[in-house]
């Protein structure tokens, strides 16, 4: 059974930063591409940033760009994204989804965690 | 604003059939770029509902079904049941944007 567990959120000051993580388990972690994907309160899915299975590719939103980096560690079957001057703005629930494919350029979110709450505030 | 455009909220009585309608452009559905759907159901994990456009993963009960024409996509549900009330989200990718993924708006979809 696939699982995916996100740990890390919490609250956070404006300019703050944050390590979010997902602990994959039930697949072959370093054959897939990852994502994390964020619901903000009251608002619709914004996928954020993805991974390729090595790690040589990385995408991310214009909204996150140059303050998010995706990362993984495929001894650990571990994704993770480093946020750093986070602003009010980034407030969401934060989702890792597993992609269908290897390269994460034309992703397809087959799996998805439970996700976890970042709130930014003073 | 997404470059994908559903509608907020459709509904309809158990039963019945609703569609819900994704509409995107030349640099996306109409590029030919598969369009993805996933049910939300508040306090859960989004789930994959249709991939490709028009197939159903394993599990998926076949009252869900999707198709695409030009720039659209849409979502069918036909006998509709209490447990289908949830937000709707349509996915795909554009070739004019940095970004990988892009959702649509997401559609509230009521059983009445």
């Known amino acids: 059974e696939v699982q995916l567990l996100e740990s890390g959120g919490g609250l956070v000051q404006p300019g703050g930063s944050l390590r979010l993580s997902c602990a994959a388990s039930?697949?072959?972690?370093?054959?897939?591409?990852m994502s994390w994907v964020r619901q903000a309160p009251g608002k619709g899915l914004e996928w954020v940033s993805g991974?390729?299975?090595?790690?040589?590719?990385?995408y991310y939103a214009d909204s996150v760009k140059g303050r998010f980096t995706i990362s993984r560690d495929n001894s650990k079957n571990t994704l993770y994204v480093q946020m750093n001057s986070l602003r009010a703005e980034d407030t969401a629930i934060y989702y890792c989804?597993?992609?269908?494919?290897?390269?994460?350029?034309?992703?397809?979110?087959?799996?998805w965690g439970q996700g976890t709450l970042v709130t930014v505030s003073s | 604003q997404s470059v994908l455009t559903q509608p907020p909220s459709v509904s309809g009585a158990p039963g019945q059939r609703v569609t819900i309608s994704c509409t995107g452009s030349s640099s996306n559905i109409g590029a030919g770029y598969d369009v993805h759907w996933y049910q939300v159901v508040p306090g859960t994990a989004p789930k994959l509902l249709i991939y490709d456009s028009t197939n159903r993963p394993s599990g998926v009960p076949d009252r869900f079904s999707g198709s695409r024409s030009g720039t659209s996509a849409s979502l069918a549900i036909t006998g509709l049941q209490a447990e289908d009330e949830a937000d709707y989200y349509c996915q795909s990718y554009d070739s004019s944007l940095s970004a990988s993924g892009v959702f649509g708006g997401g559609t509230k979809l009521s059983v009445l």
């Open positions: 039930g697949f072959t972690f370093s054959n897939y591409a």
């Open positions: 989804a597993k992609d269908s494919f290897a390269s994460g350029t034309y992703p397809r979110f087959d799996f």
């Open positions: 991974i390729s299975v090595t790690g040589a590719g990385t």
